[in-house]
């Protein structure tokens, strides 16, 4: 899933990417069952962080929190959640 806020959709032609954001229940149901899960949902840089925290803590956080409830839903085996420590 790919809300394409940062990125380019061209660059997933090669891949089954789901336009969405993570907030949104109706874009996760889309998604098929997987056995791993990585979350890259963050914001692309500490510039958009500082300029829109309100929006970046809801995609960040509680998007995550969507996530973890789906995976659970659906049974996710593991769920890798990669972090920056560039703040």
Excluded: R
């Excluded at 806020?5 to 891949?15: F, N, V």
């Excluded at 890259?40 to 500082?50: D, R």
């Amino acid at each position: 899933m790919h809300n394409f806020s940062a990125g380019k959709k061209e660059k997933t032609a090669d891949y089954g990417v789901i336009e969405g954001n993570i907030e949104d229940a109706k874009v996760l149901q889309q998604i098929e069952p997987v056995e791993y899960m990585f979350n890259f949902g963050a914001p692309s840089s500490v510039i958009l962080s500082n300029a829109e925290p309100d929006a970046c803590t809801q995609t960040t956080i509680c998007g995550f929190i969507y996530l973890l409830a789906w995976a659970k839903k659906v049974g996710v085996k593991k769920v890798v959640y990669p972090s920056s420590g560039s703040a």
